[in-house]
């Protein structure tokens, strides 16, 4: 059976359930708040409260209200690696390297394009492979827009070791 809790902050308006669920306690009716995903692809709902609002994560809430506040250097993780999984079974506090090792477990470390701070796509790093001896590293970093030291680094498979050298056109 679902449990409910007053999210910590908005009691009285707010309450999270222990499937992830998120209702606004109005005056005379309960509605069920739909969440919206992230960038990221965590659930999020925006709270609201005496003129102004916020955008919070689900599964901050839902540990929020029924284990407590985060200690200082703490992470949530998301124990099968589905972030939009966010039952309060499926959820813990632990530290950086235990969300680490959870998501090499659950193969949900992005990597290549995937990663939030890829500048190359996967086809420029091909390119750079194949014309080693054609352009200069500060050539092409000027080209892409990158240093010198990462397109050495793409070059040499110091980064992207999960794409081949050839480029098949």
């Known amino acids: 059976?679902?449990?409910?809790?007053?999210?910590?902050v908005y009691e009285g308006i707010y309450e999270i359930s222990d499937l992830g669920n998120a209702r606004s306690l109005r005056k005379y009716c309960?509605?069920?708040?739909?969440p919206y995903k992230s960038r990221g692809g965590y659930f999020m709902v925006c709270l609201r409260k005496n003129q102004s609002q916020t955008n919070n994560y689900i599964h901050l809430l839902v540990l929020l209200a029924f284990i407590g506040p985060r200690l200082d250097?703490?992470?949530?993780?998301?124990l099968n690696g589905n972030?939009?999984?966010?039952?309060?079974?499926?959820?813990?506090?632990?530290?950086?390297?235990?969300?680490?090792?959870?998501?090499?477990?659950?193969g949900t470390i992005?990597?290549?394009e995937k990663s939030y701070n890829a500048k190359l796509k996967e086809i420029d790093v091909m390119?750079?492979?194949?014309?080693?001896?054609?352009?200069?590293d500060e050539y092409l970093g000027k080209i892409y827009g990158v240093t010198s030291g990462a397109i050495r680094s793409?070059?040499?498979h110091q980064s992207w070791k999960s794409i081949g050298n050839?480029?098949?056109l």
Not at 1 to 8: G, L, N, S, Y
Not at 127 to 136: A, H
Request: some cysteine; charged content about 25%.
């Open 1 to 8: 059976m679902e449990q409910w809790k007053a999210i910590p």
């Open 30 to 34: 309960v509605h069920y708040m739909r």
């Open 73 to 78: 250097g703490m992470q949530t993780r998301h």
């Open 83 to 106: 972030r939009a999984d966010n039952r309060l079974c499926n959820l813990k506090y632990g530290t950086c390297s235990e969300n680490r090792e959870d998501m090499v477990k659950h």
């Open 110 to 112: 992005p990597h290549g």
């Open 127 to 136: 390119f750079i492979r194949d014309n080693i001896f054609n352009y200069s």
């Open 154 to 156: 793409a070059r040499t």
């Open 166 to 168: 050839q480029l098949n």
